[in-house]
């Protein structure tokens, strides 16, 4: 197989307040991550990718960073940390951390004294007495007031000031972050919003034909995507770089394709994560779509689930067609990406609204707790978990996605689809996705019926194939065409 880890690497997502709580305080922490990681070892996963657990007053749980390169006492401390570091790797899992640039939170040092008045501080974020008409991802208007007359900007929560990427403290800033973590052994970055950063120069009203929509930050365009954004991880990179093994970089850059390709190469971020099956609808031809999109501009990175989407059986309907997926992204060439409690096929969970935490819900009535539900396991969650799993939660633990995804990994591992390899796409009158590489045939029944499989070896199927050999609607298999 060509090319580096992370270009065929599976990375499996960890959600840490709702992975596995080692104190039984009911929030999941780092104690109880290093002692489940025999459980994503076990996967076959190559790395497991953090979300922010770094000191944070939690107002979006942990993407509203106050200090950067400290642990939040809620999930444990730096001690903690260099443990579930230095186990990972006897694991052979790599480590990669989330880094937040975009925004800050409120009760950040910096933020606080430009709050209080500091001059200086406040050129390090945006303040203004003319607010433009910029709307917030998170719903209402995407500015605070201040206190005294000006307001800052917040294009996500009030409490998650966006830093001012134009003024030239900002750049080093993360810089120092950046050596921080690589320094103690972290393996890559995960960038938070890695499109954001500098806004429009001057911060400009929208333009008339602009209307943006809600949680899509892509659809304000003077308030991500621009020129100078890319060129911020031409200095990140050779900070990567200058480690031994070299550090990867994966950027949340929520665009298309095409677009997103500016942010990676051999100088810029290794990957930008690809949101294709994410938005995509259970339907033969937008799959077709949205693989061949992304496959025209590698690297490319699979992803179905994270922590800010419904989760695949709700969103596809069924337990069998997320099956499905968890074959398909495992079945193409590039890395794929597994969310926390994806092996256990866990559906979108409908939290009480009296239980919701997301603070989106209260701005826009967007809630991503659904698929935030701590995991089933047993011993994980001694006192009441931070949001409530339903009844009977527990019968996920024996989900037949668990050694799907085992047996999956596993022949991959054998198999090696090649990230360079070309992949052929077709979809046919009974809406039956193909894919083929080199190293085998991913074919997925998107219609109502059962469908044929080309002649080979079937390798792995997500559900029994039936009496006749057919692949049953909503499944997907893995077949090695005869030589
Ligand atoms: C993207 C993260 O995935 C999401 O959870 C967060 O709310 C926003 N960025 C803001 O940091």
Redesign the pocket.
Same mark, same amino acid.
């Given at each position: 197989m060509t090319g580096d880890w992370w270009q065929s690497g599976v990375v499996y997502q960890v959600y840490p307040r709702s992975f596995a709580d080692g104190n039984g305080d009911g929030v999941g922490d780092l104690a109880g991550l290093t002692a489940h990681l025999g459980h994503i070892a076990g996967l076959g996963a190559d790395a497991i990718w953090i979300t922010p657990f770094q000191v944070s007053p939690q107002k979006?749980h942990g =993407?509203d960073v106050s200090d950067y390169t400290d642990v939040d006492p809620l999930f444990g401390s730096l001690d903690d940390f260099r443990a579930l570091l230095g186990r990972a790797h006897e694991l052979g899992l790599r480590v990669i951390i989330d880094i937040?640039p975009n925004?800050c939170s409120s009760e950040h040092p910096i933020f606080r004294a430009a709050l209080a008045g500091d001059e200086s501080a406040r050129q390090r974020f945006h303040f203004t007495s003319t607010p433009n008409d910029w709307p917030s991802v998170f719903g209402g208007p995407a500015w605070e007031p201040a206190g005294d007359g000006t307001w800052y900007l917040h294009l =996500?929560a009030p409490e998650q000031p966006d830093w001012n990427w134009r003024d030239p403290r900002t750049a080093p800033f993360f810089d120092d972050v950046l050596r921080f973590w690589f320094g103690l052994g972290v393996d890559g970055m995960r960038v938070?919003?890695a499109y954001g950063l500098f806004k429009a120069p001057g911060l400009p009203p929208l333009p008339p034909d602009v209307t943006p929509s809600p949680g899509r930050l892509r659809s304000n365009p003077l308030a991500c995507d621009q020129p100078e954004t890319p060129e911020v991880y031409r200095r990140w990179r050779e900070i990567a770089d200058g480690y031994d093994p070299p550090r990867v970089l994966i950027g949340?850059v929520n665009l298309e394709p095409a677009r997103a390709a500016r942010y990676t190469g051999p100088d810029r971020l290794h990957q930008a994560f690809a949101f294709g099956f994410v938005v995509a609808p259970w339907d033969a031809r937008a799959w077709l779509a949205a693989g061949t999109a992304l496959l025209e501009h590698p690297p490319v990175t699979w992803v179905a689930e994270n922590?800010?989407v419904v989760r695949a059986p709700t969103r596809y309907g069924t337990p069998a067609r997320a099956r499905a997926a968890l074959l398909t992204i495992l079945g193409l060439p590039g890395a794929a990406y597994l969310y926390q409690g994806q092996e256990y096929g866990l559906p979108e969970v409908d939290v009480p609204e009296a239980d919701r935490q997301d603070p989106a819900w209260r701005r826009s009535g967007m809630s991503r707790d659904g698929c935030r539900v701590p995991l089933p396991w047993p011993e994980g969650f001694a006192a009441p978990p931070w949001l409530p799993a339903p009844d009977g939660w527990e019968r996920y633990l024996d989900s037949p996605s668990l050694p799907l995804t085992r047996a999956a990994i596993a022949l991959r591992r054998d198999l090696r689809p090649d990230p360079a390899d070309p992949v052929e796409w077709s979809v046919d009158g009974d809406d039956r996705l193909i894919a083929r590489h080199r190293a085998f045939t991913l074919v997925v029944a998107m219609g109502a019926g059962p469908v044929p499989l080309p002649d080979g070896e079937v390798l792995i199927s997500s559900d029994p194939l039936t009496r006749d050999g057919l692949l049953p609607a909503g499944a997907a298999a893995w077949v090695r065409p005869v030589a």
């Open positions: 979006d =993407y937040v925004h =996500y938070d919003v949340e922590h800010d």
